[in-house]
């Protein structure tokens, strides 16, 4: 990756928690609980599943950063859906921590030296893994689970016949 092509994402990636809020807009609040047939979250169960993963991905950069060549911890989604009860969870608050999580590690990671991003760490699901590559994971989660609540409301306003 380029250093200019980089700088683009990083923006990107600074821009999320906007972008994950207007997209989130346009579901109905009421409709956030509805459980698809074909789809394991509801939108509620993965605003609280974004935020959890922004704060592994907060630790996972500053382990880039600080402990290069370390491994980090990998974590059952599913599992942590279930055991932390995401549907008791406040999607405000989540949506909150997100902010704070992505903004804060914008502003760590905006002005890194070129050197940094060659860093790496180990995860034991997706092996050695480089600093780009977890940019490119975190720039494309959000967008990805609010284009699947996309499709949970498409699935809900067909259920319930709404034009």
Known sequence: MTAEE????IEDYGKAHEEM???????????????????PWTIHELV????????NSFVRCRKFIAEPGSTV?????????????????????AIELFRWLRGNTYKLIKDLPEATWANTIYHPQNGTMTMDEWLDIYVAHPR???EQAGRIYEEWREQNMIK
């Open 144 to 146: 990805d689970h609010v």
């Open 21 to 39: 809020v207007a997209g989130l807009a346009k579901f109905p609040r009421e409709m956030w609980g509805y459980r698809s047939a074909v789809d």
């Open 48 to 55: 609280v599943h974004i935020t959890d993963s922004e704060a």
């Open 73 to 93: 911890a990998a974590y059952d989604e599913h599992t942590w859906a279930r055991a932390l009860n995401y549907s008791e969870q406040s999607p405000d608050d």
């Open 6 to 9: 980089r700088a683009q994402k």
